[in-house]
């Protein structure tokens, strides 16, 4: 019954949460026990509890009757003023009161016994063939507890051999049961696909007894038997618990009882396995998984029953409450071993959650780093132990900071968990840890002071951010001083760190490290002095800030190594030499100029230059004061936006959005609500953009109002314009924005479509050499992805290179989602194609396209044999391809303005066909291969 074996206790009333419905559970019967002549030491039964007692659904019922009559008294102590028992055959009747109010019945069948139909039919089909040993029922009119102390001898022999020996016994108002069991039928193989033994522990419930409806209404005689009773409220209450639509059957086992558990694999203590009336299962306790040490971990889970009593995982979840000492390495310990066999869970990545399968091992490859953070749950949990009164479960869900949801949740199964978190001597604050569908991924981030070299200790801002799945294991901090970029870089067992030179302060840092238990940041910065760089290699240092640099290594910085302050002086020499020059050629000019000109002229151009430049540096100061203003005001709207938890603000976080200057860039995912995409909404335009706002919860207007508005979100985005400038949007999303958006996710930013009138991913591309020169959005990073995180930022142009309009054809794409991405812009150029080679069967297998360059692209998919090779006339080019596609290309032809070619490969498929604007020719092609061409994108060389 209990955990502790000093202090074990036996208790139904405090564990269980809700009590069983009426229907099922018991026959309903009015049969009044009839008490004959009784000697003056005759119990004084309440007839509320003589009329329960014959409710009981036993065989042994008409014996009970009898028995009632046989009480005889017997001695005991601890504040019990009468106990009593009779006994015939292997039943035992045992009565105990202390005062008016407390009398309580203890009915005990000391044999072995089938199981008797106490339940709704749904849990009794699951029980199937349990069998129960030495049952015991009690009916009390009051909660009170009977220590081993105080048991006649035949009672306590049965809890010694049947209740593993446990010290007291606690009985609440109501009824209730108890049994030492043996599980069969479909409960028993639930329990066992656990890994846990269905013939070692005791069974308990809450039973509804027939209470007399005058009692639990209130109304009739009823009234008096409840006045009589000091406490009679609780027959009243338990009455109405009677109704309620849920209740438990829970399963302990013996005190000290380790369970090592399969699915997940931990080791549980203190455990308790429940069942309730809507087949709901699951089980609570302290668990220790595997690698996290002695470190125990409040874990509860629950998952639906099928009618046949199988778990169904459709709607599982985990919840666990770590202790104080956590780390994240720990953390990965739970995520991987929610990895499992169970063939329900393969369809979900072989796990609890989606896809760990795929990056358990990259995960525990970084366990050392990730050993470096320790995470702190704001409420660690208080010292949990089965039965011990004064270390009951948590029952307040704040303890609870991990959580594991089911295929049901957005996104599930997933993990996430949330604390603060601290590394490398250095407090973070807050967390959030999440697992699933990509991988694991956390964030944190603190103004911390760390020493940089000759500038002494200064604080900044400093970004963390870990992500790990099979294309990535990236654990890095970030930071920023006035153009100085911190970045520490950490990798299985050792740490980078780079400080670079920047015109205000031409030094810097770089250092690699190994990773230990006592690594602190800090030290590593003061143990760091930093190298003088040549200010002249810094990109964007000219002019006077060159000047400032050169006499910042000459002076402040003269004693670092690297760029010395000899070559900074003579550097700082030539530039005074030729400002001498300048300066005397512009005296030289001057004077000739004085003595050309009128006194009155000069006196009236010097008057007018002054008014204009006192006008101009007027304006000046008064748009910059507004500008500040305007900033001021936006920062602090910025600011509480980015502290606003909210299902608004959740899906703007997990779509990889975040606020500008907050030291986070917006990512180029969908996230849950495509209307939080970064390409679909960013908060700082939609601020300037939309003034009436201002001063609101600008994520949930978005969400609620915004879009169906028809305002607009961001520079790169807008649904109306999307919507009329394509005419297969209109007509696959009738009168639906939402349907374009969602077009727009799925295909427009790969097909390399315009999304608004002010921003072409294309030409931005074209326009800027060090841009990845791919749309698909699976590379890492694409095109948009670098707008993003870097050109927008950087003042870049991301302009549409025409704004004309009329008739064109869009992008359009063919095939399907296979293979890897690929493009032909470095051999193109921009250009057109001029050629082609294919290798076909059944299908496309591969394929190849000649440019205008005179390049070839490389080839794609497998040219097994060159089933076609083409190559142009000077003047030819394609204006129509012609496709049969499916999720890979089954077969493609080309007509050109002087003939067709083709159709080449199988007869599978759709048939499809992409015209070239008029006027314009086939551009650059990209799409998707591997073993075989999954996919083309065609395109004209004119607007997209």
Not at 66 to 87: E, F, I, N, P, R
Not at 489 to 509: H, L, Q, Y
Request: charged share 20%; glycine share 10%.
């Amino acid at each position: 019954m209990d955990s502790s074996a000093t202090a074990a206790r036996f208790s139904v009333s405090r564990i269980l949460k809700k009590t069983f419905t009426l229907a099922g559970f018991f026959l309903v019967a009015s049969l009044a026990v009839q008490q004959s002549a009784h000697a003056s030491d005759a119990p004084n039964i309440k007839p509320a509890l003589k009329k329960m007692l014959g409710g009981l659904a036993l065989d042994v019922k008409d014996d009970l009757q009898k028995m009632v009559s046989d009480l005889k008294k017997t001695s005991c102590g601890g504040g019990l003023s009468g106990c009593y028992s009779t006994s015939k055959g292997k039943v035992q009747l045992y009565f105990f009161t202390s005062n008016s109010a407390q009398q309580t019945f203890i009915i005990v069948v000391d044999k072995q016994i089938a199981m008797p139909k106490l339940f709704g039919n749904k849990v009794q089909n699951v029980m199937g063939q349990t069998s129960l040993r030495s049952l015991m029922i009690s009916i009390s009119t009051a909660e009170f507890d009977l220590t081993t102390a105080r048991m006649p001898a035949d009672l306590k022999k049965v809890v010694d051999e049947s209740y593993f020996g446990v010290s007291s016994l606690n009985f609440a108002a109501g009824a209730q049961m108890a049994a030492r069991a043996n599980l069969g039928g479909p409960i028993k193989l639930t329990m066992e696909s656990l890994g846990v033994r269905a013939d070692q522990l005791t069974m308990r419930a809450a039973i509804v007894m027939p209470i007399p409806m005058d009692i639990s209404s209130g109304a009739g005689t009823g009234i008096d038997v409840a006045s009589e009773m000091a406490d009679g409220a609780t027959m009243k209450q338990a009455g109405a618990k009677a109704a309620m639509p849920e209740a438990f059957v829970e399963f302990q086992f013996a005190p000290g009882s380790r369970l090592p558990m399969m699915l997940p694999p931990v080791t549980l203590t203190d455990a308790t396995f429940f069942i309730n009336n809507s087949l709901t299962f699951g089980y609570k306790g302290n668990a220790q998984f595997q690698g996290v040490g002695d470190k125990k971990i409040l874990l509860q889970f629950q998952t639906p029953l099928t009618p046949e009593g199988a778990m169904d995982f459709l709607d599982f979840n985990f919840r666990m409450a770590t202790p104080a000492s956590f780390t994240m390495e720990d953390a990965a310990r739970v995520i991987v071993a929610m990895a499992s066999p169970d063939p329900r869970l393969a369809k979900y990545g072989g796990g609890f959650i989606r896809g760990v399968g795929s990056f358990k091992e990259p995960l525990l490859a970084m366990a050392k780093p990730l050993a470096m953070f320790k995470m702190k749950n704001p409420n660690p949990p208080p010292e949990y132990k089965f039965g011990d009164a004064t270390k009951p479960w948590p029952e307040n869900d704040k303890y609870f900071n991990i959580i594991v949801l089911g295929p049901l949740a957005d996104g599930g199964p997933y993990y996430a968990s949330g604390g603060q978190v601290a590394a490398f001597g250095q407090t973070l604050g807050w967390t959030d840890v999440s697992a699933g569908v990509n991988g694991y991924y956390n964030g944190a981030g603190a103004d911390v002071s760390l020493r940089l070299g000759p500038l002494g200790k200064v604080p900044f801002r400093l970004s963390q951010e870990t992500r790990i799945d099979m294309k990535h294991q990236d654990m890095a901090f970030k930071g920023n001083l006035a153009g100085q970029k911190i970045a520490i870089v950490m990798g299985p067992t050792k740490m980078s760190i780079e400080v670079n030179a920047s015109c205000i302060n031409p030094f810097e840092i770089k250092t690699s490290l190994e990773i230990k238990p006592t690594t602190d940041l800090a030290q590593i910065f003061d143990a760091e002095g930093g190298v003088n760089v040549d200010p002249s290699k810094i990109t964007g240092c000219i002019g006077k800030e060159l000047e400032a640099a050169y006499r910042k290594i000459a002076g402040e910085y003269k004693n670092l190594s690297g760029y010395t302050a000899d070559m900074a002086n003579a550097e700082l020499k030539k530039i005074s030499d030729a400002a001498l020059m300048v300066t005397k050629a512009a005296e030289d000019a001057a004077k000739k100029a004085a003595a050309e000109s009128q006194k009155a002229a000069e006196d009236a151009a010097r008057a007018s230059q002054k008014a204009a430049e006192d006008a101009a540096k007027a304006a000046q100061k008064a748009a910059d004061d507004a500008r500040k203003q305007y900033e001021k005001t936006k920062d602090a709207a910025r600011d509480v936006a980015n502290k606003t938890a909210n299902a608004a603000s959740n899906a703007f976080r997990d779509a990889g959005n975040a606020f500008k200057r907050i030291g986070k860039k917006k990512k180029h995912k969908k996230g849950p609500d495509p209307k939080f995409a970064g390409s679909v909404f960013d908060w700082d335009y939609y601020y300037d953009n939309n003034p009436d706002l201002r001063g609101g919860d600008l994520q949930s207007h978005w969400k609620d109002f915004g879009f169906k508005e028809g305002r607009r979100g961001s520079l790169e985005f807008d649904a109306n314009y999307y919507y009329a400038r394509y005419a297969d949007v209109r007509q696959k999303c009738p009168g639906n924005l939402q349907c374009a958006l969602q077009h727009w996710l799925d295909y427009g930013i790969e097909m390399g479509r315009q999304g608004s009138p002010d921003f072409s991913v294309v030409d931005y591309m074209n326009r800027y050499g060090d841009v990845p020169r791919t749309l698909a959005p699976e590379d890492d990073p694409d095109a948009l992805e670098h707008w993003l995180t870097v050109g927008s930022d950087a003042g870049r142009d991301g302009r549409p290179a025409s704004k004309a309009t009329g008739a064109f054809s869009p992008p359009t794409r063919f095939g399907g989602g296979g293979g890897s991405p690929w493009n032909d812009a470095a051999q193109c150029q921009n250009t057109h194609v001029r050629g082609f080679r294919l290798s076909v069967g059944k299908r496309v297998d591969g394929i190849q396209f000649l440019y205008a360059t005179g390049q070839w692209g490389a080839p794609h998919g497998k040219m097994k044999s060159k089933s076609a090779d083409v190559v142009f006339a000077p003047d030819e080019y394609i204006v129509r391809v012609d496709v049969r596609n499916g999720e890979s290309m089954d077969a493609v032809g080309f007509i050109t303005n002087k003939r067709s070619y083709g159709m080449y490969g199988g007869g599978g498929g759709t048939f499809g066909s992409y015209s070239v604007t008029a006027g314009e020719k086939l551009a650059c092609v990209t799409g998707r291969s591997g073993g075989e061409v999954d996919q083309l994108i065609f395109s004209s060389t004119g607007q997209r």
